[in-house]
């Protein structure tokens, strides 16, 4: 990733002592400023995770605080660490992994943190604090590469794309951020990445940094003492820089340090990160960057001869034998499949690769110092990437370290994509995140498993790490209502339609006893289809609008439409058991129909299962377990977000009642007490708030 570090950034002289510890012990105060100026009830699990976060920033210290709903730990991390950051003219870096809760810190909880501390003579110098929200460098355009594109567009684009160029550059006229989500429809990934900023061609020393869009947002980065960055694009940082990584302390940016919210997610994200992923189509992407055959377009119309070109062509070709081969040989009878051991393909693409890359190098020595000569220079070091990351997967060659697996993917499964992942993610967390000699403070209101924080602990290499547990304040047991369905039969591939029916049927019924919202997740997606296709009819008579992941919306505008209904009924499988944000009666009841297991077919957790068994471990109790009881407690935690809401949870898997495991889950609910109920007897029995 390009332009996060400068070769000039140096660690300043030492700071002047941090007053964090000390004014957040009189913001949470339960007489503090934070009740005085808000006039809101004292919360001391607040107050007491305010305190930890101040303590474990101002030593520099990890701390791992588990903040159940309506502890306020947004307030509890950023206003100590607002004030840790100016006082230390360091940079605070606020990581999410939904986008959900990266806009209520910018929209909400930041204006409410100026507010109090512009309140408070003490606090003023701290109200100025500078804010800015870090996106990925390809998001933005670069009006410097816009302008070489619409000079070149003869040589880099075939005709029909000229007209998308100008409707860039007409938006570019009016567009005050630059950034690609802005622009209705989105444009033409070919032509867009031709003028976005992910290239070396955009930097300081060619763009004026006055009107380009992402020089311009670098230096609010730059300045900010609060960086706002997903977990997505936080590890596909630190995985690009973790080689460069000195001795200096700092995750991002030289000195910063880390909050890492909604961080049950951390594992599962930075196992994405921390392997590689080369596909069909990227590869097919940077090859014609260079020089298109069939529009005879690209780079290398203009700064290439005959013989260049016709490199390109040949690497195209070995290109499309390969993922061809791979995709007939290994994908024609599952999307995935695991390599273990090398000589399951040819390395066809290792010759044309280097050809090329020698040639567009020379082409570049050739050139005059500049832009041109940066950009291919930068087009050869891609070329140079891909060619030893397909020759390491080829060859299999640590399979101690890293899962190595082939799969099919994209709208028409066209996608032929090597990936691997690392089988332990913990020592890579460790080194790259827990060991820079910086606070990096991890919360959530799931981390821990029958009230143990240790599995998570040892999963991202935090052995030793400080940790707490502060739950919910709210009255679960007067606000919340639980109801098990003890005769559903447990999931069988030979009862499967069986199971679908009885499914259908209980949540027909239940959907239809309860006043509200329904909040209704799965555990397949084609479960959800299947059912969805039975009661969808039903609920249209009923009147009562339906909505389904997958369909039509995002994540985000789904959970909207579901506040703005009322009385909907909302399906989702996977990211909808978490980071869903639906107050008051707009929610009124969460239907878990199965125990989120996941079944360990695919290539990284086989291996994991694999791994732990071979350490005389037991994997379904270190793996499949503690995964399955977070994602349980994120799904029951879309239900009471407010300490008005009230509301039903509805568990649809009879092995809570049936299994030695089952108490595992029932401990997680907040509230204890519950009703079992069964086909016979449901009318009686379910008895949801009216």
């Not at 000195?246 to 921390?274: C, I, K, N, Q, Y």
Request: glycine fraction near 6%; include cysteine.
């Amino acid at each position: 990733m390009i332009g996060l570090r400068d070769d000039s950034d140096a660690l300043p002289p030492p700071p002047p002592p941090s007053r964090a510890p000390a004014l957040a012990a009189k913001l949470f105060a339960e007489t503090g400023w934070l009740c005085a100026t808000l006039k809101l009830e004292h919360r001391p699990q607040q107050e007491k995770m305010a305190r930890a976060v101040a303590a474990a920033m101002h030593d520099d210290d990890a701390l791992l605080f588990e903040a159940g709903t309506g502890v306020g730990k947004s307030l509890a991390y950023l206003l100590p660490g607002i004030i840790h950051a100016v006082d230390q003219s360091r940079q605070l870096i606020v990581s999410t992994h939904t986008i959900a809760l990266q806009e209520q810190l910018e929209q909400q909880d930041l204006p409410l943190c100026r507010r109090i501390l512009a309140g408070e003579p003490e606090l003023e110098r701290y109200a100025g604090f500078k804010a800015a929200v870090l996106v990925g460098k390809a998001n933005y355009l670069c009006p410097t590469r816009l302008a070489t594109a619409l000079r070149d567009k003869h040589e880099l684009f075939a005709t029909p794309e000229h007209a998308e160029l100008q409707r860039i550059a007409a938006w570019a006229e009016t567009t005050a951020e630059g950034l690609r989500h802005e622009l209705t429809p989105t444009p033409a990934p070919e032509v867009w990445e031709l003028v976005n900023a992910d290239s070396s061609a955009c930097a300081r020393k060619y763009c004026d940094c006055d009107k380009c869009f992402y020089q311009r947002a670098r230096a609010r980065i730059r300045s900010a003492n609060l960086v706002i960055v997903n977990h997505s694009l936080l590890f596909t940082h630190i995985n690009a820089s973790a080689a460069d990584k000195g001795s200096g302390r700092g995750v991002l940016f030289p000195d910063d340090f880390v909050v890492l919210d909604e961080a049950h997610t951390v594992p599962e994200v930075a196992t994405e990160h921390f392997g590689v992923r080369l596909s069909s189509y990227g590869t097919e992407r940077l090859l014609r960057h260079l020089y298109n055959p069939k529009t005879k377009k690209g780079l290398l119309q203009r700064h290439g001869d005959a013989t260049d070109r016709q490199l390109v062509g040949d690497a195209l070709e070995a290109s499309h034998q390969f993922f061809a081969f791979l995709d007939e040989r290994l994908l024609t009878k599952q999307a995935i499949v695991r390599v273990r051991e090398e000589g399951f393909a040819e390395a066809w693409l290792d010759g044309p690769l280097l050809a090329l890359h020698k040639a567009v190098r020379t082409r570049a020595d050739h050139m005059d110092d500049g832009r041109e000569r940066d950009e291919l220079l930068e087009q050869a070091t891609k070329i140079r990437t891909y060619q030893t990351t397909l020759k390491q997967f080829l060859a299999v060659a640590e399979q101690e370290k890293f899962v190595y697996w082939v799969e099919r993917s994209g709208r028409r499964q066209t996608i032929v994509t090597l990936r691997t992942a690392p089988i332990d993610v913990a020592p890579f967390l460790r080194e790259t995140l827990l060991e820079r000699q910086t606070s990096v403070i991890c919360t959530s209101a799931t981390l821990a498993m029958g009230g143990r924080i240790e599995p998570f602990q040892e999963r991202i290499g935090a052995q030793g790490v400080r940790t707490a547990i502060e739950h919910s304040p709210f009255d679960f047991e007067r606000r919340m209502r639980v109801f098990v369905a003890s005769d559903i039969p447990a999931p069988s591939p030979q009862d499967a339609r069986l199971s679908l029916e009885i499914l259908s049927d209980y949540i027909d019924f239940c959907c239809r006893r309860t006043q509200g919202g329904s909040l209704v997740l799965f555990t397949s997606y084609h479960d959800m289809r299947a059912v969805a296709e039975k009661l969808e009819p039903i609920f249209d008579g009923a009147r009562r609008p339906f909505f389904m992941q997958g369909r039509d919306h995002s994540r985000t505008e789904l959970a909207r439409q579901l506040r703005a209904a009322g009385n909907g009924i909302l399906f989702g499988t996977d990211s909808f058991w978490t980071g869903i944000d639906v107050p008051g009666d707009a929610l009124s009841q969460v239907i878990i129909t199965r125990l989120p297991f996941e079944v360990p077919t695919h290539p990284v957790l086989e291996a994991r299962t694999e791994w732990i068994r071979e350490r005389g471990g037991n994997p379904f109790n270190e793996l499949t377990l503690p995964d399955a009881l977070i994602s349980f407690r994120q799904g029951i935690g879309r239900l009471i977000r407010t300490a008005k809401d009230r509301g039903v949870i509805t568990l649809l898997d009879s092995r809570v009642v049936t299994k030695p495991y089952g108490r595992l889950f029932l401990d997680c609910l907040p509230q204890q007490d519950y009703v079992r109920m069964t086909a016979q007897n449901r009318t009686e029995r379910f008895q949801p708030f009216v």
